[in-house]
């Protein structure tokens, strides 16, 4: 079946400008997770939704940031002004249950890069 | 706070060898752990997980143990392939999920 998907798969934007990296999660799944991988670093947790409810917003580095689901499925993930220090790779996961995380289904990423 | 501290990399072996990577974990609750991989080019992948202290977790060959008195999670496997070289990443969850900095593992035929 139809894992994760992310889009795009890669992103490249000039200082200041706007982005939204679009996450698909798996059918079905309650939970979704945005991650933050820096180079050669593990991801760092973002936000988390159940359903369309944003339960956790506390990774977020500044509120450049911001993360919707609004129909509880496809979830954006749109960072305003970007500055260099942004450029990572943006990660997101799924997971059938609510509540306490199980396991995690990870999607490819999306590379972004702030020229 | 909750955290994963995990050995550097990158670690060399050749095939066949015995591998251990390594990790410890510090927690306020009773977390469940993950190992979870990463091959050249792909999307994190579980490799295992272990929900209570003494668990094992076992998957393709690798093994891992919950060991509470010691907070540790060690990643082993008896006899490595080249197929096996990738980046390995443990974790916890407990709200949310903690990640260690992840090793990669080189395997020379």
């Known amino acids: 079946g139809a894992g994760v998907s992310q889009s795009p798969r890669y992103k490249v934007a000039k200082r200041g400008q706007d982005v939204a990296l679009r996450c698909d999660p798996i059918?079905?799944?309650?939970?979704l997770f945005w991650y933050q991988q820096a180079l050669g670093q593990g991801p760092e947790f973002l936000t988390y939704f159940q359903n369309e409810a944003q339960l956790d917003k506390s990774g977020l580095p500044s509120d450049r940031f911001f993360a919707e689901r609004p129909e509880g499925s496809v979830s954006t993930l749109k960072i305003q002004r970007t500055q260099q220090e942004d450029s990572a790779v943006y990660l997101c996961a799924s997971s059938q249950p609510a509540g306490a995380p199980d396991t995690q289904y990870f999607g490819p990423g999306t590379r972004l890069t702030v020229l | 706070g909750d955290s994963v501290t995990q050995m550097e990399g990158p670690v060399t072996l050749s095939e066949e060898a015995f591998l251990t990577i390594n990790c410890t974990y510090t927690?306020?609750?009773?977390?469940?752990l993950f190992w979870y991989v990463q091959y050249p080019g792909e999307g994190l992948q579980l490799l295992l997980k272990a929900t209570k202290a003494d668990d094992k977790g076992s998957n393709k060959g690798f093994e891992a143990t919950y060991r509470k008195e010691t907070t540790s999670f060690h990643l082993e496997k008896g006899s490595v392939q080249v197929s096996d070289s990738a980046v390995y990443f443990c974790?916890?969850?407990?709200?949310?999920?903690?990640f260690g900095s992840g090793t990669k593992l080189n395997v020379k035929p």
């Open positions: 059918s079905g799944h309650v939970s």
């Open positions: 974790a916890l969850s407990l709200n949310k999920f903690y």
């Open positions: 927690a306020t609750g009773y977390p469940s």
